[in-house]
């Protein structure tokens, strides 16, 4: 029976045997990767906000981070191992060291493209330093952080998988890869990129819908643009 | 610094340079595999970016396509072109020219996109061919960004070739796996600090490359020079 199966492309049974392990494995997916993407996103915020009020320390951040970059994702994964052993927070680690530099240069990035006839407005009206951040800076600068926040999240999904090397319980969907890849068995591996893939998607779009929702000012001027 | 002691230590064993395990062997193949991935990304990316950038309608469209090409994971890619194409150098190239493909895409288009419009429509009006604008005006004026954009992809394929050890595959990914399934962290290390000098390499090289290209103080006679008809 075996081999027969091996020759075939999808073994539905086998789907239909693991729906639970498979809803198990996108639920430890979803959690990494939000958590990874939060935690990311907070250490980001407070570094784009050093970056932002003192110049001189933005190109050693994003020189730091983008070293961090350049560490192959497989290989940081089993480096931190020594240290945190076979666990969530070893891949965790791993996977936040990567949405950082997209996330901090996205976020200043942002907050520098408010142009500056803006802000001397703001301030002009009485603004305060703080306040005009909130109702001014980071408002404008949603469509740019929202992007980086994108790129993140569709990247640690992609980088969740990996993980799976430390073990079955760090790597959400990419459990049934490496066991597909291990048995020489087609299904699993292909329900592990599909699934992982359509997850990139789905988040994706929730990103872009919650985008849409927090920037209603842009969809009037594009209807405005329309009519 | 007990790790950084063995890092050393393998660094300098003989036998860590020589034969089909060996450094250069291994990055040999870790280059081979890059350069199929670029070369055929390039060829993709950079003449569509280039077209679509000149063309007034596409705007939207393309945009939303280049997102969703980010949104492509690199390592699910990689195991469904195992399952398309067998275990091979093939679903790695596969893999790494869909990684490539987004940031060179989207550079080439913006880039294109956001040369001055007096510039070319001075160059129209002084009797250029489409042809000519593409090529003395819009390009060398746009060249700088497009660059930009292959060194992101550069780097993050030279970043992602390591995953091609998990399916079999040669490249400096072999000492992260092959390590790792030891436990022999000094050479997981190795692997790593190895691939990180090509992308320090890759920005490097690529840094000097488009401080020649960027249309400048240095270049600009040269480059507004007309023929005499």
């Known amino acids: ?227 | 610094m007990n790790g950084l002691h063995n890092l050393l230590v393998w660094f300098n064993d003989p036998a860590n340079w020589h034969g089909y395990n060996g450094v250069p062997q291994r990055v040999l193949e870790h280059v081979v595999l890059w350069a199929k991935a670029m070369t055929v990304a390039t060829l993709l990316a950079v003449p569509v970016g280039l077209l679509l950038g000149r063309s007034r309608r596409s705007g939207v469209l393309t945009s939303n396509v280049a997102n969703i090409g980010r949104a492509i994971p690199s390592f699910a890619i990689l195991v469904l072109g195992v399952v398309w194409f067998g275990l091979s150098d093939v679903p790695v190239v596969v893999a790494l020219v869909l990684l490539a493909i987004p940031p060179m895409f989207t550079f080439t288009f913006t880039a294109i996109r956001g040369v001055d419009r007096a510039t070319v429509e001075s160059a129209r009006g002084m009797g250029m061919t489409e042809t000519r604008v593409l090529r003395s005006v819009q390009i060398p004026l746009a060249s700088p960004l497009i660059l930009n954009g292959i060194r992101l992809s550069s780097a993050a394929v030279i970043a992602t070739v390591p995953l091609a050890a998990l399916i079999g595959g040669g490249g400096l990914g072999r000492y992260v796996v092959d390590g790792f399934s030891v436990r022999d962290f000094a050479e997981v290390g190795a692997g790593v600090v190895l691939v990180v000098a090509l992308v320090l390499l890759n920005e490097a090289l690529f840094a000097g490359v488009i401080a020649l290209v960027t249309p400048g103080p240095r270049t600009r006679r040269r480059r507004l020079r007309m023929p005499r008809a």
Request: aromatic content about 8%.
């Open chain 1, 1 to 227: 029976m075996t081999p027969v199966l091996a020759d075939q492309l999808v073994d539905w049974s086998y789907v239909g045997d693991h729906i639970p392990e498979i809803r198990h494995a996108l639920q430890q997916h979803l959690a990494l990767t939000v958590i990874a993407v939060g935690v990311g996103f907070a250490i980001s915020c407070v570094l784009a906000a050093i970056a932002i009020r003192f110049r001189i320390s933005y190109q050693p951040i994003n020189a730091v981070a983008g070293v961090m970059y350049a560490v192959p994702s497989l290989a940081l994964f089993i480096l931190l191992t020594p240290i945190f052993g076979l666990t969530a927070l070893t891949a965790e680690i791993a996977l936040v060291s990567y949405t950082i530099q997209i996330l901090f240069r996205a976020i200043v990035a942002g907050i520098d493209g408010v142009p500056d006839f803006v802000r001397e407005s703001a301030t002009a009206m009485g603004y305060t330093r703080r306040k005009r951040l909130w109702s001014v800076e980071v408002p404008l600068a949603l469509p740019v952080i929202m992007g980086g926040l994108r790129i993140a999240t569709v990247t640690t999904v992609g980088l969740v998988p990996i993980a799976g090397i430390l073990g079955a319980d760090q790597g959400g969907l990419g459990t049934f890869i490496y066991d597909g890849l291990a048995r020489d068995f087609k299904t699993p591996l292909l329900v592990g990129a599909v699934v992982t893939v359509a997850l990139a998607v789905a988040l994706d779009m929730v990103l872009v819908l919650t985008e849409r929702l927090l920037t209603p000012w842009l969809r009037r001027t594009h209807a405005v643009a329309a009519s």
